[in-house]
């Protein structure tokens, strides 16, 4: 008797062969064609190539070969980026421990700012998600700590080697041949990946202090004695081994709850119909998964999409202005190569419905006038050349309903929900957190 081989059959196997591990029926012709797509495009290695480890398989996880990930330095980590007392360092003394790393980097806006532009010291208040966070009347502008450019999620870090929308900061991988750019970057020497490198420059442009001061006065000793117990003591109460702590802390934090990454583990009812076709249209016409791939939907390309920057608006405020225009052109500024110009790093996709902001300039507030803006491929910015556009900008002839779709796809189908099992519910000091200023308090709740 003549076998017959259907669509399902193939998919079948194939989903077998590269996911034994993970495998479960399929259910639908959604499931059967998205699971076949997937297959294709990751050259058959199939859901596992798009799959987050949990957060305590450290084994799974990227990290840095001179900062293994340990229960300790996680432990550790985890206070520290929220610990408000941090903010020690500040320009105004009467800010001093009202600041922290998250309050440009709370989970409940994705691991992100709640604002187009993030503030630190300076800021007061919270709102929702650090959405009235605004700039203290009652203090000169220059003192201020503002950011450039939108802050970036520190969400899935894990896997990317650089930082920062223009990736200066990180010693290896992707920055190897960079060197001669590294002059006011001293720490990438060192040779971390740009996760330490971050969490290392940032106490430092954030006005944050670690010293044994702090270590005593916080109750932190024991936990950088249980951390960094192999460092000898005169050493190991830094800000480079807070920095080592706080990256090891960032490298766990993974929307692995998300809708799309339960679909990948099996559970083919997590997603709607709708995200389904949003994730075959990611992963088909729209070309996203070009750019968008691996577990963390990013890769580490540098792209120019030609959206607009904090000063074309008249809602942002530039400080440097000497400075920005090495701002506006992302890893070109950094690069001090012409074809890099106006270029930035791509992006995580994850939680993004969780900010309100988009692109590096936050010019958009709707992440499918994003869609619609890349399918379209009329640049907001007049100063990037047309030769530095990305090949899929305003190429992929996307329809309306996979406008939708892929909308959809992104808001909900990547939306982990639970970020707050990363938070944790004090810390040391006892202060209100991610920010402790009198309206801090009052939106979070600590009086």
């Known amino acids: 008797m003549r076998r017959i081989i259907t669509l399902t059959n193939i998919a079948l196997i194939l989903f077998s062969c590269a996911n034994d591990d993970n495998y479960v029926p399929v259910v639908s012709n959604l499931d059967t064609e998205l699971r076949m797509r997937l297959v294709d495009i990751s050259e058959g290695k199939g859901l596992l190539y798009y799959t987050l480890p949990n957060s305590d398989d450290y084994a799974k996880i990227p990290q840095d070969p001179q900062n293994p990930i340990t229960d300790a330095k996680i432990t550790l980590g985890k206070l520290l980026l929220h610990e408000t007392a941090l903010g020690r360092n500040p320009k105004i003394e009467e800010m001093k421990g009202t600041y922290s790393c998250a309050s440009c980097h709370q989970a409940s806006a994705g691991f992100s700012s709640g604002l187009r532009q993030g503030i630190g010291e300076c800021g007061i208040g919270f709102g929702f998600n650090g959405n009235e966070r605004t700039i203290d009347p009652n203090v000169p502008l220059e003192s201020v700590d503002i950011q450039p450019l939108r802050s970036p999620t520190i969400l899935n870090v894990a896997y990317q080697d650089v930082m920062l929308w223009n990736g200066q900061f990180g010693g290896t991988g992707t ?150 225009d090495n701002v506006k052109k992302g890893r070109g500024g950094f690069t001090k190569i012409e074809e890099d110009n106006y270029k930035f790093k791509t992006p995580t996709l994850y939680n993004l419905i969780d900010n309100g902001f988009y692109g590096h300039g936050g010019t958009f507030t709707s992440v499918k006038d994003v869609v619609t803006y890349k399918n379209n491929g009329i640049p907001q910015s007049t100063e990037v050349p047309f030769e530095n556009l990305a090949t899929q900008f305003g190429t992929i002839d996307l329809t309306d309903q996979e406008i939708d779709d892929i909308t959809v796809f992104i808001e909900n189908g990547l939306r982990d929900p639970n970020l707050r099992r990363y938070v944790p519910e004090t810390i040391n000091s006892g202060f209100c957190f991610p920010n402790n200023d009198e309206q801090s308090k009052s939106d979070l709740g600590c009086d």
């Not at 001293?186 to 944050?208: D, P, T």
């Not at 807070?242 to 583990?265: G, V």
């Not at 559970?267 to 577990?295: I, Q, V, W």
Request: glycine share 12%; with cysteine.
């Open 175 to 324: 920055n190897e041949g960079t060197e001669a750019n590294w002059e006011q970057i001293q720490e990438n020497f060192l040779g971390f990946q740009g996760i330490e490198v971050q969490a290392l420059k940032g106490q430092g442009v954030h006005r944050l202090l670690v010293d044994d001061e702090f270590v005593n006065t916080f109750g932190y000793k024991t936990m950088f004695d249980a951390a960094f117990g192999d460092i000898e003591e005169n050493k190991r109460y830094s800000t480079l081994n807070a920095a080592l702590a706080i990256a090891a802390y960032e490298r766990t934090l993974l929307a692995n709850q998300s809708p799309w990454q339960e679909w990948l583990k099996g559970k083919t009812n997590a997603m709607s119909d709708a995200e389904k076709r949003g994730a075959l249209a990611f992963f088909g016409n729209g070309k996203c998964y070009e750019c968008h791939t691996g577990p963390a939907l990013n890769d580490t390309g540098f792209y120019a999409f030609g959206m607009g920057d904090f000063d074309n608006t008249g809602k942002a405020i530039i400080l440097d202005d000497l400075g920005f």
